[in-house]
């Protein structure tokens, strides 16, 4: 499977989960990040523990799946249970934005064992990892406003006069 395949199935299904389960980009941008830093404190671990047992298929893979489930995992956490949006463009500018900065965080997983076999792969996946950063800064910028916009839960107490 190419390159450009590859992260449009990753994409279409993570924004579809992000849209239905109606959660926060803010959030969910923020567990991302969580995820991408821990993927590089604990991959290596996991790899060869996963290695270990034999679940090898090849090393490149093997990796490469270590590294985006750890980078997915909070944020799969956060889709479960989370704050809502209840206004659907809020919810689909959500959703699109969990998604970009998701690809953009996998780019060098994925990258590590995907084929760039054709030109339009080789140029998509460039680009994405040309701005990858900048992707993941104003994603980062926008998570962390969003949190800011978050309201917590009103809770309504039913007072009753006391005489």
């Known amino acids: 499977m190419n390159v450009v395949v ?12 992000s849209y239905l389960t109606k959660r926060r980009f803010g959030l969910l941008g923020l567990a991302l990040a969580a995820g991408s830093m821990l993927s590089t404190i604990w991959a ?3 790899t060869k523990m996963i290695s270990v047992h034999g679940f090898v298929v090849m090393n490149s ?11 997915l995992a909070p944020a799969v956490l956060i889709l479960l249970h989370g704050a809502k949006y209840h206004s659907p463009l809020m919810r689909l500018i959500g959703a699109l934005m969990f998604t ?3 690809l953009a965080l996998l780019v060098e997983p994925l990258g590590y064992s995907l084929p760039l076999t054709n030109q339009t792969g080789i140029e998509a996946y460039n680009w994405l990892n040309a701005n990858k950063q900048m992707i993941i800064g104003i994603g980062l910028i926008v998570a962390v406003v969003d949190m800011f916009l978050t309201r917590p839960p009103e809770h309504h107490e039913h007072h009753r006069d006391k005489r």
């Open 6 to 17: 590859t992260f449009a199935v990753i994409g279409v299904a993570l924004f579809l989960w």
């Open 44 to 46: 290596p671990t996991i």
């Open 61 to 71: 893979l093997t990796n490469s799946f270590v590294l985006s489930a750890i980078v």
């Open 100 to 102: 970009v900065l998701a």
